[in-house]
T-cell receptor
Framework: DAMVIQNPRYQVTQFGKPVTLSCSQTLNHNVMYWYQQKSSQAPKLLFHYYDKDFNNEADTPDNFQSRRPNTSFCFLDIRSPGLGDAAMYLC??????????????FGDGTRLSIL | GQNIDQPTEMTATEGAIVQINCTYQTSGFNGLFWYQQHAGEAPTFLSYNVLDGLEEKGRFSSFLSRSKGYSYLLLKELQMKDSASYLCAVRAGTYKYIFGTGTRLKVLA
């Protein structure tokens, strides 16, 4: 089945220690997104890629970076995690075709804990 | 600013009908989506509206009024497995999706 896969499901890191979360997709969608979702809060868009074009949200901290080496993979790098970065990180994909709306397809998320 | 409001929590009985409301104020509008999210899992797509009116999909229906900035999700014949959070999301730009905080629905036997 075509899907969005996030690894790992649970990640524990130390305060200040860099961490990378990964996302892969078999849907061949041209757009990939990273969201941060804290408990009982709305998913918050951090950035997205349209093909290789990277787009950062204005309020995304510099501590968060992303890489998309090819269509299938996208990584979220947190350079120096702080306690406030503990959250669920959701990867999503969509195919943008003209004005037709395509729903986003989400991975199961990576729950990040900071010690 | 961008704002989406949903009730925090609702409770309903198995077999009943429940309506979850969503109001929005966004800088742009290119459609409204409803997602279901079980605890610890990914949001899954339920329905989409871009024109005013009702869209029906089995036990789920969604309604949109663009002039009022209002949508609702209607769930019929509630089942225990429908206990989840329901997220309203507006596509405010080509790639910009703004989510509400979700409505946590509890279905009681």
């Amino acid at each position: 089945d075509a899907m969005v896969i996030q690894n790992p499901r649970y990640q524990v890191t130390q305060f200040g220690k860099p961490v990378t979360l990964s996302c892969s997709q078999t849907l061949n969608h041209n757009v990939m997104y990273w969201y941060q979702q804290k408990s009982s809060q709305a998913p918050k868009l951090l950035f997205h890629y349209y093909d290789k074009d990277f787009n950062n949200e204005a309020d995304t901290p510099d501590n968060f970076q992303s890489r998309r080496p090819n269509t299938s993979f996208c990584f979220l790098d947190i350079r120096s995690p702080g306690l406030g970065d503990a959250a669920m990180y959701l990867c999503a994909t969509s195919r943008v075709r003209d004005r037709s709306n395509q729903p986003q397809h989400f991975g199961d998320g990576t729950r990040l804990s900071i010690l | 600013g961008q704002n989406i409001d949903q009730p925090t929590e609702m409770t309903a009985t198995e077999g009943a009908i429940v309506q979850i409301n969503c109001t929005y104020q966004t800088s742009g509008f290119n459609g409204l989506f409803w997602y279901q999210q079980h605890a610890g899992e990914a949001p899954t797509f339920l329905s989409y509206n871009v024109l005013d009116g009702l869209e029906e999909k089995g036990r789920f229906s969604s309604f949109l009024s663009r002039s009022k900035g209002y949508s609702y999700l209607l769930l019929k014949e509630l089942q225990m497995k429908d206990s989840a959070s329901y997220l309203c999301a507006v596509r405010a730009g080509t790639y910009k999706y703004i989510f509400g905080t979700g409505t946590r629905l509890k279905v009681l036997a």
